[in-house]
């Protein structure tokens, strides 16, 4: 018994993921137009970050 309440309550916790996940999505398609502009700037952000932790690590 306890176990089958323990994949249940495993089961919901995804199924909130998904619904939180999903709002998520939703804001995030409103927000798409700025990502298209602002985009490439953060892939390079991000890529000189990886670059900059790289060097440091070696």
Do not use: A, E
């Amino acid at each position: 018994m306890g176990q089958q309440v323990i994949i249940i309550s495993k089961i919901l916790k995804i199924l909130n993921i998904n619904r939180i996940y999903n709002k998520l999505l939703l804001n995030n398609l409103n927000n798409v137009k700025k990502l298209i502009i602002i985009g490439p700037k953060i892939k390079d952000l991000i890529i000189t970050r990886y670059i900059i932790n790289y060097i440091l690590y070696i």
